[in-house]
């Protein structure tokens, strides 16, 4: 029976607990241990050492797992142990590969000299993986953000849509309420004026009834009674020849005034009530501090960093936002609201400019800006000119002429003329708006849209 076991009894014991080895663990002093003692003894003594000799050993592994790596030690083709490296082949070789063919000539080194280099290299490429793990984790947070606040813009963009349509629900229910109100105020009036008229002739009627009965009555009487009653039948027959109580015209309800283009006249009311703006801040360029209004149409710096993801088209240095719609053609105009604010800066840049890091702002830019009480027209590739405004400015007009190459600023409020610049754009240009003010916003401001529609055609 003892023949057929792979080892000797000696070795097939626990040198600890004497019995038959279970799940045998080999430590590095070539003791054979139950893993169950082992870990007993580890969990008493809180040190790798071998429980018979007390030698400090490594993690121990089974016995096949040694076996394994002794076996992998070894030359496959000789079973001798692997002495020498081969640099051209990258193969490790044993003392009886050295003098083969297959390696002759070729350059060796011993094997610690080789993992040496290697080591070199791995700890390169160790420090290249863990350049790499640090930006793929920094790219996951940034996805992470992302995600969040696009789940953050749709909640609160959902909130301002909601927010918008029950203005317009209420202006629209108004208006119903408004247009009802005048239909039952007409029907009112001209009930009135129709009980008006049949009282009227209720009593022609109860007149003529009078006179029919007294002439009647007189048929029937002597001669003397009815030349007595002579005059007053002529007196009656008199009035009764009067002209007749008529029909007044526009008596019925007015339905065409109340249904005809309706929906257009309360569009055309909307517009009365609704704003207009050519230009619409993106807050996905805006500087993490700066604080957009809901309607998208001024801008201030935030008393604190927003929560805003590192996505390419963001300002991360320059408090600047952007327009949301880039000009290729046409001609466009906007005005911006610049009172109170001490540093500004508006105008025009490139759409595809670079967002972070240092931008081409000062290169790309067509501007009018403020600081300290100054003013100047900022060209791009040029100095700036200073501007000598007669009072401090308040509004600042932009006129953008894609087709014949002009950036007019000017003062809206006197409607006097600052400067024009004039240059060839071969691409989109976007209005930029620049603020490190904390105190008060810009603004741009409203459009009213005139209804270009020919009234006489509109009856």
């Given amino acids: 029976m003892d023949s057929q076991l792979p080892f000797s009894a000696r070795e097939s014991s ?5 019995n038959i080895l279970k799940d045998p663990v080999s430590l590095s002093c070539r003791h054979n241990i139950c893993r169950v003692c082992f870990e007993e003894h580890w969990k008493c003594t809180g040190s790798l050492e071998c429980p018979v000799c007390r030698e400090q ?38 003392a009886v590969c050295r003098t083969s063919k297959t390696h002759e000539n070729h350059k060796r080194c011993t094997i610690d000299i080789a993992a040496h280099d290697h080591k070199r290299d791995l700890k390169s490429s160790l420090q290249h993986l863990q350049n790499k793990y640090q930006v793929l984790k920094k790219l996951k947070s940034n996805y992470e953000q992302t995600g969040k606040c696009i789940k953050y813009q749709t909640k609160k963009t959902e909130q301002q849509i909601k927010k918008e349509f ?125 604080t957009l209004s809901d309607d998208l149409t001024s801008v201030q710096r935030g008393h604190g960093t927003q929560h805003s993801p590192n996505n ?7 408090y600047c936002v952007v327009g949301s719609k880039a000009f290729t053609s046409g001609i466009h105009s906007w005005d911006t609201e610049v009172t109170d604010v001490l540093d500004w800066e508006v105008g ?5 400019i670079s967002r972070t890091g240092k931008t081409d702002l000062d290169r790309e830019a067509w501007s009018v800006k403020a600081s300290c009480g100054e003013y100047h027209a900022q060209v791009a590739t040029a100095a700036a ?7 401090s400015l308040r509004k600042i007009r932009v006129r953008l002429d894609c087709d014949r190459g002009q950036v007019e600023f000017s003062d809206a409020d006197t409607d006097t003329h600052l400067f024009t610049f004039s240059y060839n754009f071969t691409e989109g240009v976007v209005p930029f708006f620049i603020t490190p003010c904390k105190h008060s916003p810009l603004r741009i401001l409203p459009q009213y849209i005139d209804l270009m529609v020919n009234i006489g055609q509109v009856s």
Wanted: net charge negative; glycine share 2%; proline share 4%.
């Fill in 57 to 94: 050993t490594a993690t121990p592994c089974n016995r096949d797992e040694r076996k394994r790596n002794e076996k992998a030690s070894l030359c496959g083709l000789h079973n001798e142990k692997f002495s020498l490296f081969c640099l051209e082949d990258e193969q490790l070789l044993c």
């Fill in 348 to 352: 025009v840049t490139t759409a595809l």
């Fill in 312 to 318: 390419p088209e963001r300002f991360d240095q320059l």
């Fill in 166 to 290: 029950e203005k317009l629900h209420q202006f629209l229910q108004d208006e119903e309420a408004s247009r009802l109100a005048a239909l039952r105020q007409e029907e009112e009036q001209k009930s009135v004026m129709m009980k008006q008229k049949i009282e009227e002739i209720n009593i022609w009627i109860l007149y003529l009834y009078s006179m029919l009965k007294m002439a009647k009555d007189d048929l029937g009487s002597e001669s003397l009674t009815i030349m007595q009653s002579l005059r007053a039948l002529a007196k009656g027959r008199a009035q009764s020849s009067c002209q007749e109580p008529q029909m007044s015209p526009e008596s019925l309800i007015n339905e065409a005034k109340h249904l005809g283009n309706l929906t257009f006249r309360v569009w055309e009311k909307m517009l009365e009530v609704v704003q207009y703006s050519s230009v619409i801040l993106d807050p996905n360029t805006s500087h993490p501090e700066l």
């Fill in 14 to 18: 626990c040198t600890v607990c004497s």
């Fill in 385 to 391: 000119f200073k501007l000598y405004p007669k009072e």
